[in-house]
């Protein structure tokens, strides 16, 4: 599949994006995972917020403020390191520019966009309110961090987060070559 993004093609592309998954409290197996994925224990975890088809975590929900009391504004945070990788390609071949030169001459883009950055200050401050705290990923004005905006809508589900969504259709299928991570029944009762 290719995607069109006005000025160039992609060459790569999912067909169906992964399905949204519920949210779930975090198993000690989620835990052992976002160890391997990210190669260090979770911090201020609530929640998995997405599950990749391979059965892994690969978005989690955080806390607003961490356990020391620091202040940490990304409430959805992407840990599967296959789709980091990809999303980083995303980044490199200058998709944030584009996207961000789009919201500044698409009415109806921009409008989406800011409503998505509604929903995300929603969710997080049913949690914990942030004052003076941006959403997260450049919201509502550009697009700082796809990996941000990509989370979002897999934590959200479709059509909340549109520049996410659109990110996540330009992305391979990372999950198709099995699980990023192996989490053992013996790592596991190590850990206890």
Known sequence: MTIDTDTREIPYGMETPPPPTPRTEPT???????????????????????????????????????PDGTPFPTLYYLTCPRASSAIGT???????????????????????????????????????????????GGMPDRVKCLHVLVAHSLAAGPGVNPLGDEAIAMLPEWWRKGPCVTVCETSQENDK
């Open 90 to 136: 995303l980044e490199a071949d200058g998709v944030m520019k584009e996207m961000t030169e789009r919201l500044a001459s698409d009415p109806e883009l921009a409008a989406a966009y800011r409503a998505a950055h509604e929903d995300y200050l929603r969710r997080r401050d049913e949690i914990e309110e942030l004052r003076n705290f941006p959403s997260a």
């Open 28 to 66: 000690d197996a989620d835990v052992e995972a976002f160890k391997q994925q990210l190669g260090r224990p979770p911090r201020g975890l609530r929640a998995i917020a997405h599950r990749c088809p391979c059965g892994q975590p690969d978005v989690v929900e955080t806390a607003p403020r961490l």
